[in-house]
């Protein structure tokens, strides 16, 4: 019996393969971990940190239902707790920055999740998460 063009190396002609398929087996990719579902949205924001009583000013970069990612001037390190404000709403929640900050041609790329639930910060509905 010659061996199918399909067949896989070592494999027996007429058995069925045994086992999990590879493809089922395969770690969850970073965004089928997410909590929630990100959305690119660039708008401004204001950061307000005890020691700058005028606030700092900047701009998403994506977010989410749990928080998002802000651009700054400068980095804020990891574990600075703040309040950030949406300007066109004038609603305030407590912020964390949850990694170190990574540089790009903009500023700082700063990670934030909010200490307190606050889905409709953004003022945006967003779709719900399929994990």
Not at 46 to 62: C, D, L
Not at 89 to 116: A, C, D, H, Y
Request: proline residues 14%; glycine residues 8%.
């Amino acid at each position: 019996m010659k061996p199918s063009p399909y067949a896989k190396p070592g494999a027996i002609a007429g058995a069925r393969p045994t086992g999990v398929r590879p493809g089922l087996t395969r770690q969850p990719t970073a965004e089928e971990r997410r909590r929630a579902q990100r959305v690119l949205l660039r708008m401004p924001v204001v950061v307000h940190i005890t020691n700058n009583p005028k606030g700092i000013e900047g701009f998403t970069h994506t977010v989410s239902a749990t928080g998002g990612m802000i651009i700054l001037k400068e980095g804020l390190p990891q574990g600075t707790k703040f309040t950030l404000e949406n300007p066109r709403t004038q609603q305030k929640v407590e912020v964390n920055v949850v990694r170190p900050p990574q540089m790009n041609q903009e500023g700082s790329l700063i990670p934030v999740e909010f200490l307190s639930p606050a889905p409709l910060f953004w003022n945006i509905v967003f779709p719900p998460n399929p994990n």
